[in-house]
């Protein structure tokens, strides 16, 4: 038997599977780092629902002081609501998805804060242990949303990297993958908040 004749034959065959894996590679690769992304996403989102599930605690707490400002409570419920409704493709998060959900939470955010500051002025709430209590839960948990957020963009940045690496950016638009974007500071969070007494 002549294996000359079939050595190209076998060349070309290795030469198939070997370009096969290596394509195959950098797609499974892809397809890994970007469920990274999305259980990261749904952390975020776990986060920020917990944080919502305790505001409606707070507001009914804070309801029950009767002379509290009405137009602070309002302001968060409306935030809160808003927030809620502002939602984010996790298979196609674009910066534009996550400018309109940062700005949306940066609300909840600031509301939030202005009725913390107001309860100041409340003695009786300010001694209420459910108050107290949900005040701690509600630090602790903006302490997991910073976390849940670092933890999105630290999830993100191999993914961005392996498919705009060369060769792999060949590939990855073929494959349909695309950047995804990172969060980014609140607007205006790079200016010290102004703090009056």
Known sequence: MDFKKFLPWIIGAVIVFGIYGWVKGINNTAVTLNQDIEESWGNVQTSYQRRNDLIGNLVNTVKGAADFEKSTLTAVIEARAKATQTTVDPTN????????????????????????????????????????KLQDELASTENQILTARTRFNEAVKPYNTHIKTFPNTLFAGMFGFKEKAYFNAAEGADKAPEVKF
């Open 93 to 132: 998060i674009t910066p534009e998805q996550l400018e309109a959900f940062n700005k949306a939470q940066s609300g909840v955010s600031s509301s939030l804060s202005r009725l913390l500051v107001t309860v100041e002025q409340y003695p009786d709430l300010k001694a209420n242990q459910n108050f107290l």
